[in-house]
């Protein structure tokens, strides 16, 4: 491969992670506004909601399901943009 055509083929693929990105931390903001609005409904926190949901205290909600379902993805969110930030750093 050329010079030239390396050089456009690493432009092309760095623009694709940068979209990738931009919709990673789209996800992100719409994950976060959606636990946020359980954190009102239910006056607590996250952190709080996880210990007693895995502790059994607040029962099989639908709801219950949704907010830690939500929690979930928002790690997998964060963790693959870690991994394309990282790839844009190197």
Not at 24 to 43: A, C, S
Not at 58 to 80: H, K, N, P
């Amino acid at each position: 491969m050329s010079a030239i055509a390396l050089e456009d083929a690493n432009q092309i693929i760095r623009r694709s992670i940068e979209r990738e990105i931009g919709l990673l931390e789209m996800k992100k903001r719409l994950t976060d506004d959606e636990i946020k609005d359980f954190e009102r409904r239910y006056g607590m926190d996250s952190t709080q909601f996880i210990k007693q949901f895995e502790q059994g205290k607040l029962g099989d909600a639908q709801d219950c399901f949704e907010w830690w379902g939500l929690l979930r993805g928002r790690s997998v969110i964060e963790e693959e943009l870690r991994k394309a930030r990282a790839v844009l750093s190197s």
